[in-house]
Nanobody
Framework: QVQLVESGGGVVQAGGSLRLSCAASGRTFSPSTMGWFRQDPGKDREFVAAINRGGSWRYYRKSGKGRFAISRDNAKNTVYLEMYSLEPEDTAVYYC????????????????WGQGTQVTVSS
């Protein structure tokens, strides 16, 4: 069993920054792709960013390009999402996910999910 635990969420003013972390624990597991998704109440969950095992491939949602940066530390089994110039529209619960497949952006291809961390951006 693999557990993913997110942290780093909180309340921030528009224009501010946050760094989310996701630590994986459990059986030895080295996911090919780690991703971040988000969901606002009443809306569908949407893709935010993903990174492959070596960090050579990173993919972002269009609205996040230039504002979000995903990275991972395989030695610590941790993936990070740094968010800059946050906007009220970024308010959501952010979920970390892990996939055994390469180059995955479709949430249905992710095998493990964290419980989420709330990010609230005030205007």
């Amino acid at each position: 069993q693999v557990q993913l635990v997110e942290s780093g969420g909180g309340v921030v003013q528009a224009g501010g920054s946050l760094r989310l972390s996701c630590a994986a624990s459990g059986r030895t597991f080295s996911p090919s792709t780690m991703g971040w998704f988000r969901q606002d109440p009443g809306k569908d969950r949407e893709f935010v960013a993903a990174i492959n095992r070596g960090g050579s491939w990173r993919y972002y949602r269009k609205s996040g390009k230039g504002r979000f940066a995903i990275s991972r530390d395989n030695a610590k089994n941790t993936v990070y999402l740094e968010m800059y110039s946050l906007e009220p529209e970024d308010t959501a619960v952010y979920y970390c996910a892990a996939s055994g497949s390469d180059y995955v952006v479709n949430e249905n291809k992710y095998n493990y999910w964290g419980q989420g961390t709330q990010v609230t951006v005030s205007s």
